[in-house]
């Protein structure tokens, strides 16, 4: 029955969840069974409503197991197997009557995990005499340690991505080399192990710093006094390297990783207004994935032709604004000593509305992008890090050539239970600055400085899980 497989993986719901493909990344073409508890289904079913990702995945899984062909469907001791294909991948649906996890004491929100156990215990006593290699798969770290405590095998799937071990910028001490800096020098004079991951670099001669950014392995020197001509002054190395590929129209795709509080956001808004009073865009569409900060990641849902449930997600994005605002009418000329206090909440109200009327800023969220095209437009996606692969996809799908995306996030902050630091679009957008490639110029970069304040910085040290 089983012995044709090579091994056997009994999947969690949010392995589905995470990318209904993952069932045949798993199959690896027919070698390895895939065992799929009634319970995963039961909850798949659940998610199948709705515009937020694991809805199109519920809702792709469903297609799926429409296509799938019965072959057989009978009972081995206490469990009901149904066995079905899609194309070569060989999947056995288990049920029972009874599951003696219902006869106890055990709180509803753990129940379904406890039953998806159950089943995989039972699996692996049925088939105990064969000797095949069955391991529970799930992304959820509280579940796999249940399993290893009731004696099931386990695993987290991998699902590609990889560490920030990244080196973004890079510092060269030019003293004692006699080596002269010059504007547009090919990178290899200066640095021999350069890759293409580093973008930025730091040149230090004379007791001088000089900040340069590498194009098609050439070395462009930035002149810092004109990043610091914005709403918002870039106030250190970073910011000033991550400004000046903002306002860099050479860069059509920018990611940034970054700490809560390093400014990422505020510079990205600030670029944003600058690139359009240049009339190099037309307008700013600022996209956030709708995962709530929740334990249970309970879904907004989607309430059609009414924004309210959606408004909490722009906070970022008005907060933003409103700081701008301030600073404006701070160095406007009616606000001057003697002339009374102009810098209210009113005033500063009145500002953010004139503010998105004239750059045109546009939100949106990901579950209405289908069939969209976004065109010369400053896109930025914030939080990147609570968006699956396919979800950054999609995003980044919708976009024309007119269009520069910066694509913001934090792997310190992510709030989606279903993707990790390993699966998120971040990282693998991330990943993607390893390489070169001929059809976008990328630019990537880390702020690790904190500017929000000590409380902030002193959050970030303590709470971080790295």
Known sequence: MINQFEKVFVLDTNII????????????????????????L????????????????????????????IKSNRKIDNLTIIETSVDDCIIYIISKEKYNVEDSK??????????????????????????????????????????????IPTEAMDLGGTEIDFEFIKEIDLNDTGIELENGNNINLYDENHTPDNFSYVFEKDGR????????????LIDEKELRKQNVNPMNTEQLLFSHSLLDNYYNIIVAEA?????????AISAA??????????????????????????????????????????????????YIAGQMLKKSKENK??????????????????LVDRFQIETMWTGGMRGRTLSNAVVIVDEAQNMSNSTLQLVMS??????????????????????????????TLLDATRKEHDEVNLFGIELHKVLRGPITQFAERVFSKD
């Open 273 to 322: 207004f600058e690139l359009i009073k240049r009339k190099d865009f037309q307008r700013i569409v600022y996209i956030r994935n709708s995962v709530e900060s929740l334990a249970k990641g309970e879904d907004v849902g989607y309430l059609s032709t009414n924004e309210a449930k959606f408004e909490i997600y722009n906070f970022p994005l008005f907060d933003t604004l409103a």
């Open 42 to 69: 039961d909850e798949i079913d659940s998610k199948k409503s709705g515009f937020d990702e694991i809805n199109f995945q519920a809702r792709q899984f469903g297609r799926m197991l429409y296509d799938a062909d």
């Open 209 to 220: 710093k000089q900040l340069g950014v590498i194009k098609n392995n050439n070395i462009e």
């Open 106 to 151: 055990i709180s509803l929100s753990i129940l379904n995990d406890r039953k998806i156990l159950e089943i995989g215990l039972d699996f692996i006593n049925t088939f105990k005499d064969l000797d095949k290699d069955i391991k529970f798969i799930s992304l959820d770290v509280m579940a796999r340690t249940r399993a290893i405590s009731l004696g």
């Open 398 to 427: 919708r976009i024309d050539s007119t269009c520069k995306i910066i694509v913001l996030g934090s792997n310190r902050q992510i709030d989606n239970q279903y993707i990790t630091k390993h699966t998120n679009g971040l990282s």
């Open 17 to 40: 969840l995470d990318n209904a493909y993952n069932l045949v990344t798993l199959s690896e073409e027919g070698k390895n069974l895939i065992v799929l508890p009634e319970t995963v």
């Open 337 to 354: 000593p003697g002339k009374g206090e102009f810098v209210t909440e009113e005033k500063i109200s009145e500002k953010v509305q004139d």
């Open 259 to 267: 700490k809560a509080g390093s400014g990422k956001t505020l510079l």
